[in-house]
């Protein structure tokens, strides 16, 4: 199994808008939670938000809330998370995480699968 971890652009302006992407297969999309996880140049690894699998449930950090919104196309196997407003702090690199718990893409222990992380830089 293989997660690749896409973006539309790297560097946007303060208040601009960015969609990542988590591409998986049709077993992790019926199975698999995602979460999308950040880190910033010296500060450790921080949750950003997840998705599970059996009602569609969403969970946002207090940081992203009303800013982000992530979401699943199962018909593509595909979760996005759609970044808007957004702010200079937000620069970091983004990976999405799929495990078929919901507390392992929540607090990033023990998942079993990684994307390749993305840089997203906010900067004007």
């Known amino acids: 199994l293989m997660f690749s971890c896409r973006r539309w652009g790297g560097l946007v302006q303060p208040g601009g808008s960015l969609r990542l992407s988590c591409a998986g297969s049709?077993?992790?999309?019926?199975?698999?939670?995602i979460g999308w996880f950040r880190q910033a140049p010296g500060k450790e690894r921080e949750w950003v938000s997840c998705?599970?699998?059996?009602?569609?449930?969403?969970s946002y950090a207090d940081s992203v809330k009303g800013r982000f919104t992530i979401a699943r196309d199962n018909a593509k196997s595909t979760v996005y998370l759609q970044m808007n407003s957004l702010k200079p702090e937000d620069t970091a690199i983004y990976y999405c995480?799929?495990?078929?718990?919901?507390?392992?893409?929540?607090?990033?222990?023990?998942?079993?699968?990684w994307g390749k992380g993305t840089q997203v830089t906010v900067s004007s």
């Open positions: 998705i599970n699998t059996k009602d569609g449930g969403t």
């Open positions: 995480a799929a495990d078929r718990d919901i507390v392992a893409v929540t607090t990033g222990d023990g998942v079993d699968y």
């Open positions: 049709p077993y992790t999309s019926r199975y698999y939670a």
